[in-house]
């Protein structure tokens, strides 16, 4: 599976997007990208995935580069409750998840 | 019902000490993973059951050892556990064919003495 790259922390500012960007230069052409977030004291919680296309869910938006070796998600609107370690995964299907060390992000209000 | 619970929240248990984590899903899940999480580290797999076989063991120590008793189920089963052993253990379940949404539970915090 491809190494990514993440901030160790960023802080936003409540109700403000919160982009958080992965480098993942080594990717190949059948791994997706995942994103997890872990918030304090609970489970890892999974956000989103995608392959090339960007995509939208309920929580997120996952913008992946053209030339896929880079993805932003992006929160639109963050609140306290957002706060949290985020993840991201870049691996080939399957059920193996490998995390990094992630990205510290604090919402301020 | 998208939970899955996990007991005991906490553990302490000593060196010699024979004891079980526990893990429950009742979403119809095929998958079942058991990972162990450090302070301030990222979660490392340990375990993965698809279909209630093992499929994937990263190495563990026998001193872990996983069981399925049915596919809503998975215990994990300590046995003379070191101190360094303490850590939160997260079990996580998925479909069978959407594994990259996997279910975490909240974790047992396991503190070996």
């Known amino acids: 599976d491809a190494k990514t790259t993440q901030p160790p922390s960023m802080d936003c500012a409540e109700g403000r997007a919160a982009n958080l960007p992965c480098n993942h230069s080594t990717i190949s052409g059948n791994e997706y990208v995942y994103w997890y977030r872990q918030i304090h004291s609970q489970g890892p919680q999974y956000i989103i995935h995608?392959?090339?296309n960007n995509e939208t869910n309920e929580m997120a938006s996952l913008i992946i580069t053209e030339d896929r070796k880079s993805s932003t998600l992006i929160l639109p609107h963050a609140t306290l409750r957002d706060t949290a370690v985020y993840y991201c995964?870049?691996?080939?299907?399957?059920?193996?998840?490998?995390f990094g060390a992630g990205t510290i992000l604090r919402v301020k209000s | 019902d998208t939970e899955v619970t996990q007991t005991p929240k906490h553990l302490v248990m000593g060196m010699t000490n024979k004891k079980s984590l526990k893990c429950e899903q009742h979403m119809g899940h095929r998958a079942m993973y058991w990972y162990k999480q450090k302070a301030k580290k990222p979660p490392e797999l340990m375990f993965v059951y698809s279909y209630e076989k093992l499929s994937i063991n990263e190495s563990v120590p026998s001193r872990f050892s996983p069981e399925c008793p049915n596919s809503s189920l998975l215990n994990l089963h300590l046995h003379a556990l070191q101190p360094e052993d303490s850590a939160l253990y997260l079990c996580?379940?998925?479909?069978?064919?959407?594994?990259?949404?996997?279910?975490f539970g909240p974790g047992t915090r396991l503190t070996v003495t």
């Open positions: 995608g392959l090339k």
């Open positions: 995964i870049v691996r080939v299907d399957g059920n193996k998840l490998v």
């Open positions: 996580a379940s998925s479909q069978g064919n959407r594994d990259y949404e996997q279910y």
